[in-house]
């Protein structure tokens, strides 16, 4: 089963806060319970910091690309069951 993370956002005032990560983490867990085995998300091209955050949380770039009114985003999966969250 494919689970896919919509509409994680944290204000930039709210940077740096670990939010981000809290809402990641809790999104994958509940993802798990409900019986997925994978997840996608999908991210704009030319967004880095967010990019750079699902990188380095073990998402991995797919070979797909989408446009929406002149904006390109850019899909990115992971496996579940290889994370450990506590």
């Given amino acids: 089963d494919d ?6 956002y944290v204000i930039p005032e709210r940077w740096g ?3 981000g990560n809290l809402l990641h983490d809790a999104a994958l867990q509940s993802a798990q319970h ?3 085995t994978t ?5 704009m091209e030319k967004n ?3 990019r750079a955050f699902y ?11 989408d446009e929406h ?6 899909r990115y999966e992971r496996a ?3 994370i450990s969250l506590d």
């Fill in 3 to 8: 689970a896919e993370l919509r509409r994680l």
């Fill in 17 to 19: 806060e670990g939010i």
């Fill in 34 to 36: 409900a019986g997925a």
């Fill in 39 to 43: 997840a996608s998300l999908w991210v």
């Fill in 48 to 50: 880095k910091r967010a």
């Fill in 55 to 65: 990188q380095h949380r073990g998402w991995q770039l797919a070979a797909s690309a």
């Fill in 69 to 74: 009114g002149g904006v390109v985003e850019v």
């Fill in 80 to 82: 579940l069951g290889t």
